[in-house]
C-alpha cells in the first residue's frame, strides 16, 4: 500500500499547480483520498478530501475557492489543482488515505512522502 505524492515546484504567485497522488492498489481502505499541507514551523493542515466512490469532496477553510479536487479511478490517482497561488501556500503537501471522510490527519492510515510547493512572491 503505497501512495505517491507530485507534481510540486516553484511556482510565481498567482499561477497554478496540478498536484498527483497515485495509488498502488485501491481497496477498501482508500475509500477517501485527502490532501494535506504542512508550512515551515506551522502544523499541518487539512485541504481537501474526495470520496472515491461517488468522487464528492470537501474543502477546508485554508484554500476553498482556489482548489479543486479530483479523482481517475482508472488510475488509481487523485488530482488537486491549485489555482491564484500565494506565497503563504508553500508548504510540502501530502496525501493520505482512509476508510471514512474526515478532515483530521490521526484518522488517515496511509500516507505519501511529500511534495513541496514554492510560491514566490
Known amino acids: 500500500v503505497q501512495l505517491q505524492a507530485s507534481g510540486g515546484g516553484l511556482v510565481q504567485s498567482g499561477g497554478s499547480l496540478r498536484l498527483s497522488c497515485a495509488a498502488s492498489s485501491f481497496t477498501l481502505d482508500y475509500a477517501v483520498i485527502g490532501w494535506f499541507r504542512q508550512a515551515p514551523g506551522k502544523e499541518r493542515e487539512f485541504v481537501s478530501y474526495i470520496r472515491r466512490s461517488d468522487g464528492s469532496a470537501f474543502y477546508g477553510d485554508s484554500m476553498k475557492g482556489r482548489v479543486t479536487i479530483s479523482r481517475d479511478t482508472a488510475k488509481r490517482t487523485v488530482y488537486l489543482q491549485m489555482d491564484s497561488l500565494k506565497s503563504e501556500d508553500t508548504a510540502v503537501y501530502y496525501c493520505?488515505?482512509?476508510?471514512?471522510?474526515?478532515?483530521?490527519?490521526?484518522?488517515?492510515?496511509?500516507w505519501g512522502q511529500g511534495t513541496q510547493v514554492t510560491v514566490s512572491s
Open positions: 493520505a488515505a482512509t476508510n471514512m471522510p474526515t478532515i483530521l490527519e490521526d484518522d488517515y492510515h496511509y
